[in-house]
């Protein structure tokens, strides 16, 4: 069982940055591969980022460019780089585990509480 703890999120301005962590324990973190999702009010949670367990990455058409995942093994711990943020950003933001790192959120085994950024344009 692996427990999931984001945290790194808040309230910025449009073009601002910011770098959300995902704190994992119970588990062999390495072994899993790793996604962000999001969900914004009234919309349906959409996937973001995912990494591999292989290193592979992958990224949401409408974050490329300006986000980027990545892992630090030895600390057990997720990041999302987020950089020119704009107000369509603004969603709860997830972090999951699962087998294979892809972009179906039925796929993930384990999700944090999530946590909240807010983009003010």
């Known amino acids: 069982q692996v427990q999931l703890v984001e945290s790194g999120g808040g309230l910025v301005q449009a073009g601002d940055s910011l770098r959300l962590s995902c704190a994992a324990s119970?588990?062999?973190?390495?072994?899993?591969?790793m996604g962000w999702f999001r969900q914004a009010p009234g919309k349906e949670r959409e996937f973001v980022a995912a990494?591999?367990?292989?290193?592979?990455?992958y990224y949401a058409d409408s974050v490329k460019g300006r986000f980027t995942i990545s892992r630090d093994n030895a600390k057990n711990t997720l990041y999302l780089q987020m950089n020119s943020l704009r107000p369509k950003d603004t969603a709860v933001y997830y972090c999951?585990?699962?087998?294979?790192?892809?972009?179906?959120?039925?796929?993930?085994?384990?999700w944090g509480q999530g946590t909240q950024v807010t983009v003010s344009s």
């Open positions: 999951a585990a699962g087998q294979w790192g892809n972009t179906r959120a039925g796929d993930y085994d384990y």
């Open positions: 119970g588990g062999t973190f390495s072994n899993y591969a």
């Open positions: 990494l591999s367990w292989t290193g592979n990455t």
